[in-house]
Every structure is written in C-alpha cells, then in structure tokens.
C-alpha cells in the first residue's frame, strides 16, 4: 500500500509540474511537449485507479491522434505571429477566472462528498467486478444510460468531419472563397492554383520562372502567393538569434 | 495464470528486453541478406562467417561517432526525442504473451511480462506516443527536411493508426477480450466441422482485417513503400537529417524494434501467437512456433521492401482514408452483424 501513495504523489506531483510547464512555456511546441507529458501522467493515475481503458483511450486519442494534430499547427506557425496570452479580451480572462473556480469547487464538493461523508458512489470495485470489468463497465454506461449524450457527441463530431471536408474542398467548388493564403493542399496535387492559364503544374505558385511570371501577371483572379521558401526554415530558430537579424 | 512476484515478472521483462534488442541487431543482418539474394548480391560477408558479426561491427561504429547538436537546435528536445522513440518500442513488447504459465523449477512463472486487461489498445496506445520522437526530433533539428519529413510522419500515423485499431475491432467482437492473453487462448481453441478439426486463428475468420492489418502496420513502421518521412530521394534523411552516432542509432534501434514487435503483435493476434502442434505440451515449442510466426512476417517487411517502390504523398494518404477506412469500417459492421445473428439475437 504505502508502494501505492509513493507512485501516487510521484505521478500526481509530475503530472502537476508539466500543466504548469504547459502554462509557462514560451514556446508553443514546448507547451504542447508538456501537455503530452500532463496527459501520459493522468494516464498513469487512471492505471493507478484501476481505470486501464480509460488510460490506454486518453492516449490514444488525445496523445496519439489531437495533440499529434495541434504540434502539426504549431511547428508549421512562427511563434511571433501567435497572438500572446495577455491579448485576450477581458471578458475572455473574467470569464475564464469564473469558470476555474466553478472547477475547483466542483472538484472539493465531489472529494469532500466521497471522502469526508463517506458516500461511495455506484460504482464500487464489486460493481465493476460483477459486470466483467472496466471496460466493460465503461461500455454497458455509455450504451445504456448516457446513449443520448454519445450519440449527439459524435452528431457534434460528424458536423466538424463535414465543415472541414467542406473547408478543403478543390477550387470548383469553393470559388466563392476569394482570399486563401498559406492554405496546405495535402490531397490535391496541383495545389489551388488550377485556374493559372498556363505555366509549370503541381507547384505553389512561387514566381521563380519568367513564364510563370507573366502568367500571375495575367491571371484573371486573386492568386495565392506563398511566402518565399526561404520564409519557412526558421522553424526552431528561436528569437533573438543571431542569424535571424542577418536577413 | 498463476500470480507471481513481481521480481519474476522483473526478470522475465529484462530477459524480453535483451533477446528484443539481440534480434534488432539480427534483423538487420537479416535484411541485408535477403535484399541481397533478392537483388543477386552477397550481402554482408566480410565480418564473420557470413558476415555474421556486421551487426555488432555496425553498433561499434555508430556508438564511436561524434554526437553533432546543430547550431539552431532546440537542444533538449534534440537530445530527448530519439530516446521517446525507442523507450516506445521497447515498453510495447511488454504485453505480448510468449506463452502461458510454465513450471520453472517448482515455481510457476508467467511467460509474459504483464497481462494487460486492455493489452492490444496498449501496444496502439504506445505506438502513438512514439511518433512524438519522430516529429519533435524533426522540429528541434532546426532543418527543413527533416520537418518535411516529421509533418509527412504525423500526417501517416494518425490516418493508418485509425485503421490499424479498426481492423482490430473485428478480433474484439469475436474474442470479447481486449487483453492479448485473452485473445491468443481463444485461438487455441478448434472449430469443429463434421471431421475436420480448424484451429480458430482469426486470420480465417477476418482475412480482410488481417489483410488492412498489415498494411497499416506497414505504414505505422514508417516502412517501405510507406517510408516517406525518410524519403532519401527527397527528403535527404527525412526526420533523422542532423542526426548522428549513438542519437542516429536510438533511431535505427526504434524502427527495427517496431518492426519485430508489430510482428510478435500481428502473429498474436491473427495466427495464433504460441498456437500450434505440440504447444500445448511443450511451452518452448510454443515459443519455437511463435519465432517462426514471427520471421515470416519480418521476411514480408523486407519483401515489400526489396519489391514495391514507394508511394507518393496523396496516393498514401487517399489509400488510408477512400479505400483502407471504408473497408475497415465494412468489416467490422460485418462481423457485428455476424456475431448477432449467431448469438440468435437478431432473428
């Protein structure tokens, strides 16, 4: 047992450390390292809990597959061109203020109900027993008495699923959209740039060629330009460095 | 499965950790020389008879090399992120069942380091957390080709990691147990059908899931023709550009780890793992049939490699979302609708 409180404190005091680390990180792709490191320790408190499938889907899903995504958004974003903390309009801060204290109240309400009163919730380890185990615990809840709750979350998640299929759409289709710099086209080989009249194909239309010059000259609509590629390998260069400043 | 100390579960996981680490650097051995007969070469002859000591040879040079930090690096997320890769390869292999409960001496022991209630999501769960080494080490080098090759990395992972766990899913309906244990004593059993007695590995019963398996598993290994992240052609090294020595090898080491266990995880859970004539009596022939399991499928690794060239970018990624997923989704509901209609629960 006294095993159990000291990989208890060890985790929890980790898990602690890296969200602030998360927090206080000046670089982004920092604090997203330190999220992944919060999010395999509240893993390792599920495995404490005797929670395994909620440690091995938290992640799965948020280390595997979001934040995987979210590291993605920042390597590719200089860090100066992100808005800072500070910017964020009061009603935003008040607001965010007001709902980390609902949290901890919430939190001591459900501790003090479980510890100090002593009233054991439902699910108590012969519970979860009886049906098989946690997973399986897991599954008869979600199916059974919050079925409504999963079904409008992924309803929720298919709607994302559309807008973003709609938000990469070819240009046939999202001509109405005028202005889309610095889009990154992974599916379609030509790019957006399918209306040029002529000129290389499957590039960004950076003008490196004299004929393609002339061919964005007489385009007859607004052409993405794309930074030079130059513009793009100071990823990890922190600020302040000498290099920087020589260009 | 008998309860045992945990000290012998300690020793059973060191002695999964080095014959791991022994056969990466076989496995390398190995590829040289089946590339080599494939493509009419010798292979590696000059070290040992049949260049049977390259291996340690190799391991010998990479650890004398300089270890070289570039200028612009992000020097600890340099130095950490090859260590996640292989601490992720290596913490996977703890799950897989070499056997069931054996008499050593007296005592009983478990030939498995843990048992893992969910020990099949484990291995997929782990898999995902080590492409994090991959795309950090591709960030923190400061180098444009190795970010390349770090984006095209995480774009992969996340498309085939969605089907190598919902090829799975087929396996879960039919065993009802997300342990591997679980799942390889399942397919210990026998079908009975009139005289014929067929052994219950789900490669026969989810050969489409087997088939999508091996290609996200392909994939997910960043293996030919799924290597992109490391496209030399275009990429220079891909997400290991700046990398060198003993950094360089924690990289290499990863890879050919990923490759065996993916392959202990794939003849678990569709051939039977241990399963086969004589296991049952003999926990080594067991483990004897589990290597052979194992090397055939390491043998396809190096095939497709020797065979297919690789693909582009699009093509990889409208394979894994407009074919792999559809298919993978058709046979789950499948094998659900299966499972119903034997269970008498539809009709």
């Known amino acids: 047992m006294p095993w159990e409180l000291i990989f208890f404190y060890v985790i929890g005091a980790a898990s602690v450390l890296c969200a602030l680390g998360m927090v206080l990180a000046k670089n982004p792709v920092h604090s997203g390292i330190f999220l992944v490191l919060t999010f395999l320790n509240v893993a390792g408190i599920f495995v404490m809990l005797g929670a395994e499938f909620l440690a091995v889907i938290q992640i799965i899903v948020y280390t595997g597959a979001i934040l995987i995504l979210m590291l993605f958004v920042l390597m590719l974003v200089d860090p100066e061109d992100l808005p800072s903390f500070s910017s964020a309009a009061p009603l935003q801060r008040n607001l965010s203020v007001l709902l980390g204290i609902v949290l901890v109240l919430e939190l001591a309400a459900a501790i003090i109900t479980r510890t100090s009163l002593g009233a054991v919730g439902p699910d108590t380890p012969a519970a979860i027993a009886s049906v098989g185990g946690n997973t399986q615990a897991i599954g008869l809840r979600i199916y059974s008495k919050y079925l409504l709750a999963f079904e409008i979350t992924s309803l929720v998640l298919?709607?994302?699923?559309?807008?973003?299929?709609?938000?990469?759409?070819?240009?046939?289709?999202?001509?109405?959209?005028?202005?889309?710099?610095?889009t990154i086209s992974l599916a379609h080989a030509r790019g957006s740039d399918g209306l040029l009249p002529e000129g290389p194909k499957g590039e960004t239309p950076i003008t490196v060629d004299p004929q393609r010059e002339a061919a964005l000259q007489s385009a007859g609509r607004t052409l993405i330009m794309t930074k030079d590629p130059d513009a793009y390998t100071r990823v990890g260069v922190r600020q302040g460095r000498p290099d920087e400043t020589n260009d | 499965m008998a309860d045992q100390p945990i000290w012998v579960s300690f020793i059973v996981a060191f002695i999964v950790l080095n014959v791991l680490l022994i056969s990466m650097a076989y496995m390398t051995w190995f590829e040289r020389k089946v590339l080599a007969a494939m493509q009419d070469r010798l292979g590696p002859t000059r070290s040992g008879p049949h260049g049977l000591f390259q291996p340690l040879a190799d391991a010998v040079k990479l650890l004398g090399k300089e270890d070289l930090i570039?200028?612009?690096?992000?020097?600890?997320?340099?130095?950490?992120?090859?260590?996640?890769?292989?601490?992720?390869?290596?913490?996977?292999?703890?799950?897989?069942?070499?056997?069931?409960?054996?008499?050593?001496?007296?005592?009983?022991v478990?030939?498995?380091?843990?048992?893992?209630?969910?020990?099949?999501?484990?291995?997929?769960?782990?898999?995902?957390?080590?492409?994090?080494?991959?795309?950090?080490?591709?960030?923190?080098?400061?180098?444009?080709?190795?970010?390349l090759g770090g984006l095209r990395s995480a774009a992969q992972v996340i498309s085939y990691e969605l089907i190598l766990g919902f090829s799975l899913v087929g396996i879960f309906i039919l065993s009802g147990t997300l342990s591997l244990r679980g799942i390889m004593v399942e397919q210990s059993r026998s079908i009975e059908i009139g005289p014929l007695h067929i052994s219950n590995w789900f490669i026969l019963s989810q050969p489409l899931a087997f088939v999508l398996f091996l290609i996200a598993a392909v994939a997910e290994t960043n293996r030919a023709p799924f290597d992109l992240p490391e496209a030399e052609t275009e990429l220079v090294a891909g997400f290991h550009t700046e990398y060198s020595g003993f950094r360089f090898s924690l990289y290499f080491l990863g890879e050919y780890i990923n490759m065996i266990v993916v392959s202990l995880f794939a003849s678990t859970l569709f051939l039977g793992g241990t399963d086969g004539p004589g296991s049952d009596s003999y926990w080594a022939l067991g483990l004897l049939w589990?290597?052979?399991?194992?090397?055939?499928?390491?043998?396809?690794?190096?095939?497709?490699?020797?065979?297919?060239?690789?693909?582009?970018?699009?093509q990889l990624m409208g394979l894994a979302w407009k074919v792999l997923l559809p298919l993978a989704l058709f046979n789950i509901f499948i094998t659900a609708l299966l499972r119903i209609i034997a269970n008498g629960q539809l009709f």
Do not use: C, M
């Open chain 1, 158 to 182: 298919t709607v994302g699923v559309i807008g973003a299929v709609v938000l990469a759409l070819p240009e046939r289709l999202g001509e109405k959209v005028q202005r889309r710099r610095d």
């Open chain 2, 110 to 147: 478990n030939l498995f380091a843990a048992d893992l209630n969910v020990g099949a999501l484990f291995v997929l769960a782990v898999g995902s957390a080590g492409v994090y080494g991959i795309i950090l080490g591709a960030w923190a080098s400061a180098n444009r080709f190795a970010l």
């Open chain 2, 70 to 108: 570039p200028a612009a690096a992000d020097k600890w997320v340099f130095l950490f992120a090859p260590v996640a890769v292989f601490v992720a390869a290596l913490t996977a292999a703890s799950v897989i069942p070499f056997g069931g409960t054996i008499d050593f001496w007296g005592h009983p």
């Open chain 2, 290 to 314: 589990l290597f052979l399991k194992t090397i055939a499928f390491l043998f396809f690794y190096v095939w497709l490699r020797g065979t297919l060239p690789r693909f582009r970018f699009d």
